[in-house]
């Protein structure tokens, strides 16, 4: 069998630096939004970091990352997904002057890459704002954030021109209008913030992200930035219209993060829900013009689909991040977020038909409480066939939607090897490849092993996808 994954394609995997390096006061780091989040999205900020907050120790990659690297490395990983800690560089995120302790980690960490030919694929602002930044400016519904960020983000183009190629900007800048504290480092209350304040937030992202694609190209005109998007494709529940019209509604909430990306410009069906809802962006002289500076790329993570309804007691809050009605022709993971692999060839199709432009799944997986077990040769192993059933289903409709003419640069795993749940900060919630020996109870030897996954993935880098199994095979 052929395969339709081109030569050249970017198999890898996934992290975010504050759901595994841990060493959160170590070398200089500052606090991070993380830092007082124990218990994920969902739960309460801490004043002070508590023990019970897992991500303070996250895997330990911050001491292991060379063993990590090597085992991605036998994987065949041609690209890794992480971010930096942007606390590690400017410990309270307003300094004149970066940390030269942290800037020297990420040296290393990509050096240890580049020594696999594995490229790192670096996210500049993964849900982690400076606390000092949160607490002192209210993260970013200040105008100020929008210069801390271009010195951040200068200061990281330019220490890592010749060894980083492949640039994010924001994760999932979309999740601000469902998590602002955790997506934008906004410390006003969920319930207490306006629609006018989130949405200059919104603004003041959207114009550092192209600040950002500006002087990233001025930096390394050979670097590719790209934008990262929260990919959820919404389905209508039924055929009444009424129920398209919400669907398309509750997508345009989605596609306006990419369409000012990859446009340079507020599509029209924004402009129409700031007049109805009174809000007036604020626009400093210069914006538009640098809004121009577009993506090279769309990015984007893929885990669920959704379904919209008119009807508003049909829709629910229950398992996904974005609400919508759960869709009656789909299973569920143990966490309540509806399997769909043809999602991603259906989201893969959209936006490549809307941008125009080379996309980047930099986020797919399922979580999942995995058993370790003794394997044949005595080695602790994970028999996980749950994940490569959904990993291979998947990556089959990615197949799909390169036939369909996508042009699809790569696909990193979520969490390839087991981290710290940003949803529910548990490590039980499971995504790796490699299992890490440490429990939500704190205990554990942070050892590594190798799941069944980890060789099935390995395969399908090896055979460039040729290695999946369509069903009935």
């Known amino acids: 069998m052929s395969t339709p994954f081109p030569e050249g394609f970017l198999w890898g995997g996934a992290v975010a630096a504050n759901q595994l390096e841990g060493a959160y006061n170590e070398d200089g780091k500052g606090l991070s939004t993380q830092d007082v989040a124990p218990q994920g999205i969902k739960g309460p900020i801490t004043e002070v970091p508590t023990e019970d907050n897992m991500k303070l120790v996250g895997i330990d990659f911050y001491h292991r990352y060379k063993e990590d690297v090597k085992l991605f490395a036998e994987m065949g990983f041609k690209v890794f997904r992480t971010s930096i800690a942007w606390s590690r560089i400017f410990p309270n995120g307003d300094e004149l002057e970066p940390n030269e302790q942290g800037l020297q980690f990420y040296d290393d960490l990509f050096d240890e890459c580049h020594k696999y030919g594995i490229e790192p694929l670096v996210t500049l602002s993964h849900y982690e704002t400076p606390l000092h930044l949160s607490k002192q400016y209210d993260g970013w519904v200040n105008r100020k954030l929008v210069g801390f960020y271009e010195r951040y983000a200068r200061t990281v183009f330019t220490r890592y021109k010749d060894k980083v190629k492949y640039w994010l900007t924001f994760n999932e800048i979309n999740s601000i209008l469902h998590e602002p504290f955790m997506s934008g480092g906004i410390y006003t209350p969920k319930d207490k913030l306006s629609k006018q304040d989130l949405y200059q937030a ?239 109870d704190n205990t554990g030897t942070l050892e590594r092993y190798r799941k069944k996954s980890f060789h099935w993935y390995k395969d399908v880098i090896a055979t460039n996808g040729q290695s999946l199994r369509r069903s009935g095979e």
Request: glycine share 10%; with cysteine.
């Open 202 to 440: 919104i603004h003041h992202e959207l114009v550092a992200s192209a600040t950002a694609v500006k002087i990233g190209h001025e930096i390394n005109p050979q670097a590719q930035i790209g934008c990262m998007i929260l990919s959820m494709p919404t389905y209508p529940l039924t055929p009444n219209p009424d129920d398209v019209i919400a669907a398309m509604k509750s997508e345009h909430m989605n596609y306006f993060f990419g369409d000012v990306h990859a446009r340079g410009v507020y599509p029209g069906y924004m402009k129409r829900y700031f007049r109805e809802h009174g809000i007036e962006i604020h626009m400093e002289p210069g914006d538009a013009e640098l809004l121009k500076h577009t993506v090279d790329f769309i990015s984007f993570s893929y885990y669920v689909s959704i379904c919209e309804t008119g009807d508003s007691s049909k829709r629910t809050q229950e398992g996904n991040l974005i609400g919508g009605a759960p869709n009656p022709y789909l299973k569920a993971s143990e966490w309540g977020w509806q399997i769909d692999p043809q999602g991603l060839r259906y989201v893969l199709n959209m936006f490549y038909d809307r941008y125009q432009k080379p996309l980047f799944i930099v986020e797919n997986g399922l979580g999942a409480k995995d058993e370790l077990v003794t394997g044949e040769d005595g080695v602790p192993t994970v028999n996980d066939d749950y994940r490569i059933e959904y990993l291979n289903d998947h990556l089959l409709q990615v197949g799909e939607a390169i036939e369909d003419g996508v042009e699809v640069m790569g696909y990193t795993s979520w969490g390839c090897i087991d981290l710290v749940s940003a949803s529910t900060a548990e490590l039980s919630k499971r995504y790796g490849f490699i299992y890490v020996d440490r429990h939500d």
